[in-house]
């Protein structure tokens, strides 16, 4: 078994009622200022969990300098954005909300928002004892992208010691994957 890369876990534990609240705010247009722009514009579930386009959009028509990342999975990077500058998904949750190129918002203007919504108001007092405010808005997001991951893909299936899961062709391009370095970064 290779134990360079760990394979993605079949199942893993998470709260599904922050799941549930944390789907709705990644959905959710209203934490970006003009109400036009949600997370899933540029990490569209239907698209890999990017926009599949070079420069992502974000209000205004504002173009972003590097291309969206996917969502899936990223509860396992070891850390968040290309240059590791947020540390955990919660970190991360709070950048795109104030990037003037993305959602250009800010948590003084998105939780007045949020409150005005009963769901809301319901969601945040069963789960949280202090109900909307941007820790626990993060918190739920951060949750909700846990639990998306892509169990057993073939390489997956390799992972675990099944040696027919990949082609002869896909076996040898994972050698040079390790052989030149790729994986020094790239590691699961
Ligand atoms: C306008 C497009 C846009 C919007 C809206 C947006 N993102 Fe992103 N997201 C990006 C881009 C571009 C990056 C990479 C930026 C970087 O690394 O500097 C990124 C990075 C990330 C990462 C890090 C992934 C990695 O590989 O390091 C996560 C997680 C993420 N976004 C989640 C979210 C969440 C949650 C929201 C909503 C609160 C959101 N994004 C809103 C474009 C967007
Ligand atoms: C020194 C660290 C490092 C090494 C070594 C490295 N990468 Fe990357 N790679 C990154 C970072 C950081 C990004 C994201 C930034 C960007 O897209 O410009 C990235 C992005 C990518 C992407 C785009 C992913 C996406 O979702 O758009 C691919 C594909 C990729 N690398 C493949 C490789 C391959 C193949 C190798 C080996 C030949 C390699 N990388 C070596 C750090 C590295």
Sequence with gaps: MDRLIPPIPLTIDVDSRKVRLGERLYHDTRLSHDNTISCATCHDLKKGGTDQIKTPKGINGNMG???????????????????????????????????????????????????????????????????????????????????????????????????????????EDYRLFKEYGCISCHHG
């Excluded at 590791?84 to 203007?109: C, F, T």
């Excluded at 069963?126 to 993060?138: F, L, P, R, V």
């Excluded at 892509?150 to 027919?164: E, H, K, Y």
């Design 65 to 171: 300098p590097i291309r969206s990342p996917t969502t899936f999975n990223s509860g396992f990077f070891f850390s968040q954005f290309w240059d590791g500058r947020a540390k955990d998904l919660i970190e991360q949750a709070a950048g795109p909300v104030h990037n003037p190129k993305e959602m250009g918002s800010d948590w003084l203007e998105v939780i007045p928002k949020l409150s005005k919504d009963p769901y809301y108001m319901q969601a945040f007092s069963d789960i949280y004892s202090d109900a909307i405010k941007a820790g626990n808005i993060t918190d739920a997001i951060s949750e909700f992208e846990k639990s998306l991951i892509t169990p057993n893909s073939r390489f997956d299936m390799f992972l675990r010691g099944n040696a027919l899961a990949l082609s002869a062709d896909e076996k």
